[in-house]
């Protein structure tokens, strides 16, 4: 079985300062994860993803996350948040061993407040 | 704009009512899902079409029942819904369902049961 866990439900930063939303996942054997961003009213927008390779993957506004497979962890960060960072952030995993669900598995999503 | 569009966007309905929630997808991806976001709540997966074939179905209660004549059109059918059922219903569209692909989602329909 696969799961994800985001255990912030919100977090408060400063413009200017960076930003960290935390992420970890359990999953058989090697994930996929992925990183979406949903602004008010809107449908989910893809960040990013970690497929194999480089463990520091970069994605749209600035955002890059670091796979850690010993911590079993993809924390989003950015450098300096903006207050248009402000929306709903969800990490995603699929399971990539033989068996594993290709249908990803979403967590509860983090909110992300900017203040000026 | 994701290339994934649905409407109506917002939606009120009665419980003895009949309505369909409609997306399009104009970006030639083959699969296609419905999920359900409620407050406080992960997102739920509905329905995954795969090349008009539906190949997932999570236990979804038969007041709703999904369409997918062709792989650029979903629909999920509305019928005696429950107030719990009020929630933001999304479209999203992948190429394959392969695992390293990513989904794009429509901007969702916010649904109003009374």
């Given at each position: ?16 300062n ?64 903006l ?22 598995t ?11 | ?43 739920e ?63 969702g ?6």
């Amino acid at each position: 079985a696969q799961s994800v866990a985001q255990p912030e439900d919100q977090v408060n930063v400063a413009e200017g300062n960076p930003l960290t939303v935390k992420c970890t996942y359990s999953v058989s054997g090697n994930p996929y994860l992925f990183w979406y961003v949903q602004y008010p009213n809107r449908g989910l927008q893809f960040l990013l993803k970690y497929i194999t390779g480089d463990n520091l993957v970069k994605g749209s506004y600035g955002f890059e996350a670091e796979f850690n497979k010993s911590q079993t962890s993809f924390h989003l960060k950015k450098p300096s948040a903006l207050v248009s960072d402000s929306a709903l952030y969800f990490c995603a995993v699929r399971d990539l061993t033989s068996g594993g669900s290709y249908i990803p598995t979403f967590g509860r999503g983090t909110s992300l407040i900017v203040h000026p | 704009e994701t290339g994934v569009t649905q409407t109506p966007r917002h939606l009120v309905m009665g419980m003895t009512n009949k309505k369909s929630l409609k997306c399009e997808q104009h970006l030639g991806h083959n699969a296609m899902y419905w999920y359900k976001q409620s407050a406080k709540k992960p997102l739920e997966l509905m329905f995954v079409y795969s090349l008009e074939e539906r190949v997932e179905n999570n236990s979804v209660p038969s007041r709703f029942s999904p369409e997918c004549p062709n792989s650029s059109h979903l629909f999920l059918h509305l019928h005696t819904l429950q107030p719990e059922d009020s929630a933001l219903y999304l479209c999203a569209s992948s190429q394959g369902v392969v695992m390293n692909t990513e989904a794009f989602f429509g901007q969702g329909t916010r649904l109003t049961v009374v």
